[in-house]
């Protein structure tokens, strides 16, 4: 990951086109017209080998002839030529290229390297930024740079629009033109053999003349790259993505129950929504959601109220919310009283709250401060049909002012043409969205709910563990290890239930036997009735042979049931090789629901959580949803809540509620499994069972990952447990650890215990406490480019002493660290062990520099820093702090 040099790529001042050309309909003579008409301020430089002229211009014959090295060269020569050009461009000093040249796949020679791969040799000790291969270009309408073969150019506007096809590009740009939609950077990334989604993102994120970015994608290649710049961009504007490619034909290979299930295009939606970002379904939704989004105010509930003047038009809102799963509010018995006293005694009483036809300019207004005002109301959807009583624009000057002074969303669709043209001017000059139909607003504010749910899992302060508990990692790298030597793609149950067993999942007991007699030994140690079924490790689906018998009362029942298994299998699959039978304890819970838990591995973003629906079947009726370890408590609750799960679990006639506890717990630490065993590809606990009493594992299969097949890492960094310790200092005990998501409200009190001195010191301003998103900001981290660590003291207190923090450029160049440590403990040494920890984390990743600064009056920092080795460098109202790592 890295936005080293991007800047000649976004704010060139000057640009060289290689390849130029004044060849009618040539890419070259494309370029080089986009270049001069799109009003670009700097030099623009032809090169062409063979002429000295091109389009009546001064050409250059070879990049070294050039007046001075380019901030950007656009490169549209034959693939062999990109190379060599490359590595010339680099040597003058030019450091970002846009190759639009296609077939850099091919390769030199039988055998020898591609192109493609010598181009980014060529770079790499220029550290030289390649946009493309095989891309349309590049353009920054605020800079007038249109360097691209794109027919036309496009207007200036605060959107970012990423995509890595070409043909899309082109259409888009027109499609985009004619509606006066404007953009900051328009990308096409090609073949991303350099610059890529993460870099791009990376760089957008903190781009200030980017309102929001939008993205159409194909694939992913860098997974953890793409999710930890994803994440950092989403926390600063919308980041809005459309995806091609839906059918998930990965899945149709898949062995397992989870690998089936857990298709490709399900792993990037959960990416996606860990990431914070909104996924749509069209390009024309990417632009709504980008305008209503910029606009929207918060969104702090989902129940939605409609105020229309039309009760058809009021129906098709309501059915167009409730179709798609939004949620209809229900309004107040104050509320009605509310509207009772200004609306007449026909109207609707009810959502949609219909205000008549013939309602006047103050109808609209009282009725609309109502719901405004009423607690039950989250957001209100104004829908207005034009009626030749009262002009439509009169009502929208009324209302645009209540709108505006509203905390909630409101979202307003005049229907009809010229009649209601000027209201939907009005509104959109005031900052209010505004659709043409119901449904476009429907749309554009279920894409509001959801983004928000998506910030809010971004943002999320997650409550402290029910209990903490600690796996038997040894015994299940053992187990894993050993199965490997014997070079099997599968665990049996025996072993899979072990497994499980070892990270603190509740197994029925099951034990191994391998001839008939075994069986039935088994069966009585075990207490009868069993259940019986096959050990093969080419039979993963036992029931699908008739390798299962159930409710095996007796011993004889064990040895008849064996017998004939044995029969059936050899029948049915006859390649398969026995080992015996699993003897199982028959569990008898008539009202445990039974679910799915499990973890499959995606190609791109790695091991991947599902939860829902279990039982033989589950692959028909699709109740389940998917996420991306690590899990805490309340990213488990939000996975169960997308499952579809809630009525399944809710009490019910004579049956209690299912133990949502115990069913969290094991989501908790089947993502931890993920996180520690990278040896296992899938993993299915089908059934789960969950009732009152809690859950039980009554069925799992494990497949190993192949030998010789490389582990992908987790797309999002785990807790770095090797990181904690236990210090002494002051006599006391205390563990010194990487913060964790559960700590939010450990460290809202330890700045709420913080003197306001204490707290301007460590902000540079006064304020009496630190808001929410801050806290959630600094408690949920990317490890995978940030730190904090925190000190807790060892005494069974829930306080912090410390925290130290560094966040690192995406190309681990520069930390910026700060240092916070409680009253009671200052003078005391922990500040120094803090920074020392830092410092010698930050060394061992690569970080070259660490940097910092501290009010002139903030002595004792000035004073450690020194004593640690940084330099101290007072420059006016800050001192700068500075220590050289490498």
């Known amino acids: 990951m890295s936005v080293r040099n991007l800047e000649y790529l976004f704010r060139p001042a000057s640009v060289a086109l290689i390849g130029a050309s004044d060849r009618e309909g040539s890419v070259g003579a494309v370029v080089f017209r986009n270049l001069k008409q799109g009003g670009f301020r700097g030099p623009v430089w032809p090169v062409n080998a063979n002429r000295d002229i091109v389009a009546g211009e001064r050409a250059w014959r070879d990049v070294a002839s050039l007046p001075s090295a380019p901030d950007l060269a656009v490169i549209c020569t034959p693939a062999p030529t990109v190379p060599q050009l490359i590595e010339a461009l680099g040597r003058r000093g030019t450091r970002a290229a846009v190759v639009l040249s296609a077939g850099l796949k091919q390769r030199a020679a039988p055998g020898g390297p591609s192109y493609e791969l010598q181009m980014l040799q060529a770079a790499r000790p220029w550290l030289m930024r390649i946009l493309g291969p095989n891309c349309i270009g590049l353009l920054l309408p605020g800079l007038g740079l249109n360097a691209s073969f794109a027919p036309g150019q496009a207007l200036t506007g605060p959107l970012a629009f990423v995509t890595q096809s070409g043909a899309l590009a082109t259409a888009m740009l027109d499609w985009a033109r004619g509606r006066g939609i404007g953009f900051s950077h328009f990308i096409s990334l090609g073949d991303s053999a350099d610059v890529d989604f993460g870099d791009v993102l990376d760089y957008l994120g903190s781009e200030s003349r980017t309102r929001a970015i939008l993205m159409y994608a194909e694939s992913v290649k860098a997974a953890r790259k793409f999710m930890s710049a994803a994440r950092a961009a989403a ?34 939606d959960a990416a996606v929504r860990r990431a914070g970002m909104l996924r749509v379904d069209t390009l024309e939704d990417l632009f709504d959601a980008a305008e ?11 129940r939605v109220v409609i105020l229309t003047n039309g009760g058809g038009a009021g129906v098709l809102a309501a059915d167009a919310l409730s ?42 207004v009282d009725a609309m401060r109502v719901l405004l005002q009423a607690p039950e109301v989250d957001a209100v959807l104004f829908v207005h049909a034009p009626t030749a009583l009262v002009p439509a624009l009169d009502i929208a000057r009324a209302c645009a002012p209540v709108l505006q002074a509203s905390r909630k969303p409101v979202l307003t669709c005049w229907l009809g043409g010229p ?17 043409s139909t119901p449904e476009r607003a429907v749309a554009a504010w279920l894409q509001m709910a959801t983004h928000a749910r998506n910030q809010r899992a971004l943002q999320e302060i997650a409550p402290a563990a029910v209990a903490e508990f ?13 199965a490997a030597a014997e070079g099997l793609e599968w665990l049996d149950e025996v072993a899979a239930k072990r497994l499980l067993a070892a990270y603190g999942l509740p197994v029925v007991r099951t034990e191994a036997a391998t001839g008939v007699d075994e069986a039935v030994a088994a069966a009585q140690a075990i207490g009868l009735p069993v259940a019986l079924k096959i050990l093969s490790p080419q039979i993963v689906h036992k029931s699908d042979v008739g390798g299962v018998a159930l409710n095996l009362g007796s011993a004889d029942e064990v040895r008849e049931a064996a017998g004939r298994m044995l029969q059936r299998v050899a029948q049915a699959r006859p390649d398969a090789r026995i080992q015996g039978f699993a003897v199982q304890e028959m569990v008898r819970r008539p009202g445990a629901r039974e679910l799915i838990v499990g973890l499959s591995t995606d190609p791109v973003f790695g091991p991947v959580l599902l939860c829902g629906v279990g039982g033989t079947e589950v692959e028909l009726h699709r109740r389940h949803a998917l996420a991306l370890p690590p899990l805490n408590l309340a990213l488990a609750q939000e996975l169960v809540d997308r499952s579809g799960l809630e009525p399944l679990l809710r009490a019910w006639r004579n ?23 990278d040896g296992v590809a899938e993993l299915d606990i089908n059934p789960l069972l969950v009732d009152a009493q809690g859950a039980v594992a009554l069925d799992a299969r494990v497949r190993l990952r192949a030998a010789g097949t490389p582990a992908l890492p987790l797309a999002i960094r785990p ?12 006599g006391r005990r205390l563990q010194v650890r990487p913060i964790r998501p559960e700590d939010g409200a450990r460290l809202h009190a330890f700045y709420d215990a913080a003197t306001p001195g204490d707290l301007r010191l460590r902000f540079f301003m006064m304020r009496r406490e630190v808001p929410h998103s801050e806290l959630a900001r600094f408690s949920q981290i990317d490890y995978d480019r940030e730190m904090t660590f925190v000190a807790l003291p060892d005494d069974g207190s829930d306080t912090l002493a410390g925290e130290v923090r560094a966040i690192c450029d995406p190309d681990n160049e520069v930390a910026e660290f700060a240092i916070q440590v409680a009253r009671e403990w200052q003078g005391k040494g922990l500040g120094r062990r803090l920074l020392d920890k830092l410092i010698r984390h930050l060394r061992e990743r690569g970080t070259r520099e660490v940097v910092g600064t501290c009010l002139p009056e903030n002595s004792a920092m000035a004073s450690l820093a020194a004593r640690v080795g940084f330099e101290v460098l007072p420059g006016g109202d800050q001192t700068h702090l500075r220590l050289r790592l490498g």
């Open 719 to 730: 807790y770095p447990q090797e990181l904690e310790e236990t210090v002494e200092i002051a």
């Open 419 to 435: 009649a209601v043209a000027e209201a939907r001017a009005a509104t959109a000059q005031a900052g209010l969205p505004s659709y």
């Open 470 to 482: 600690t796996p038997d990692r040894a015994a299940a790298a053992a187990l894993l290890q050993g």
């Open 323 to 364: 179709l798609r799963g939004g949620t209809m509010g229900e309004l107040a018995p104050d509320t009605l009283a509310a509207l009772d006293a200004v609306l007449p005694a026909t109207w609707s009483r009810g959502n949609p709250v219909d205000v008549i036809g013939d309602a006047p300019v103050a109808r609209y």
């Open 292 to 302: 209503t989004l910029a606009h929207a105010r918060p969104v702090l509930g989902e």
């Open 235 to 268: 926390r600063n504007k919308p980041v809005i993505v459309v995806k091609a490619g839906r059918a998930p034909e990965g899945a149709r290979a898949a062995a397992s129950h989870t690998g089936a299930l857990a298709g490709s295009d399900g792993v990037f």
């Open 655 to 677: 049956r209690p509620a299912a133990d949502r506890a115990a069913l969290l717990d094991a989501l908790v630490k089947v993502s931890q499994l993920a996180c520690d065993l």
